[in-house]
């Protein structure tokens, strides 16, 4: 097995175990077991338990952010359901066999005051979602896209935190509720006529 095929099984293992019960409660002989290679090799490949906790939140990030934009490239119609196709995934998400919330909020809860590398990535992570809701913002008729966006991300990470905690089955569709109607207030401040009629936008055609 070459290096490049143990830090793979060793980030596969991490990332079930890690989610499924918490970064502190799995030890590197654990790890090591259920990846298959020797703790020699796990070490070769991450030489701190820091390391691999690293990689494990940004190759999950990446895969996360990756898959929440295929899916909104795949089921929006137009630039005004792409912020709301954002909630459709998360409720896919939220459906999920073995969904227990943001790993990158546990994994800040479990590590942020004592580890700047997790709270860096933790943070990166969330910055770059907001980056990607302001995009998809930006591209609609609506006043403040950045300030909306931030109420999104906010929407966003309630929802996830309502489905994880209160095993709330509504809380991706409650919460795009809520972001239609954000978006369409929005876009009633800019006087485009953007209204939000169930899951689809359409301009107005009443004029001032």
Request: with cysteine.
């Given at each position: 097995?070459?290096l490049d095929e143990a830090r793979t099984r060793i980030l596969d293992?991490?990332?079930?175990?890690?989610?499924?019960?918490?970064?502190?409660?799995?030890?590197?002989?654990?790890?090591?077991?259920?990846?298959?290679?020797?703790?020699?090799?796990?070490?070769?490949?991450?030489?701190?338990?820091?390391?691999?906790?690293?990689?494990?939140?940004?190759?999950?990030?990446?895969?996360?952010?990756?898959?929440?934009?295929?899916?909104?490239?795949?089921?929006?119609?137009?630039?005004?359901?792409?912020?709301?196709?954002?909630?459709?995934?998360?409720?896919?998400?939220?459906?999920?066999?073995?969904?227990?919330?943001?790993?990158?909020?546990?994994?800040?809860?479990?590590?942020?005051?004592?580890?700047?590398?997790?709270?860096?990535?933790?943070?990166?992570?969330?910055?770059?979602?907001?980056?990607?809701?302001?995009?998809?913002?930006?591209?609609?008729?609506?006043?403040?896209?950045?300030?909306?966006?931030?109420q999104l991300v906010l929407l966003i990470d309630g929802a996830i935190?309502?489905?994880?905690?209160?095993?709330?089955?509504?809380?991706?569709?409650?919460?795009?509720?809520?972001?239609?109607?954000?978006?369409?207030?929005?876009?009633?401040?800019?006087?485009?006529?953007?209204?939000?009629?169930?899951?689809?936008?359409?301009?107005?055609?009443?004029?001032?």
């Amino acid at each position: 097995m070459d290096l490049d095929e143990a830090r793979t099984r060793i980030l596969d293992a991490a990332e079930k175990l890690f989610y499924d019960r918490g970064i502190q409660a799995v030890g590197m002989d654990e790890l090591r077991t259920a990846a298959g290679v020797s703790l020699k090799r796990l070490y070769q490949c991450f030489p701190a338990k820091h390391d691999l906790v690293e990689a494990y939140l940004r190759r999950r990030d990446t895969r996360w952010r990756a898959a929440l934009a295929e899916y909104v490239d795949a089921h929006a119609d137009g630039p005004a359901d792409r912020p709301l196709a954002v909630f459709d995934w998360l409720g896919e998400r939220f459906a999920e066999d073995g969904f227990r919330g943001c790993a990158f909020g546990h994994a800040y809860g479990e590590l942020g005051a004592t580890s700047d590398r997790v709270g860096r990535v933790a943070r990166e992570h969330k910055e770059a979602l907001l980056g990607y809701v302001v995009s998809l913002v930006r591209a609609v008729p609506v006043g403040e896209p950045e300030s909306l966006a931030r109420q999104l991300v906010l929407l966003i990470d309630g929802a996830i935190a309502g489905a994880a905690l209160m095993s709330e089955p509504g809380a991706a569709r409650q919460a795009r509720t809520a972001a239609a109607a954000l978006m369409a207030a929005a876009g009633s401040a800019t006087g485009t006529g953007v209204v939000c009629n169930g899951t689809r936008w359409h301009k107005s055609s009443k004029t001032d």
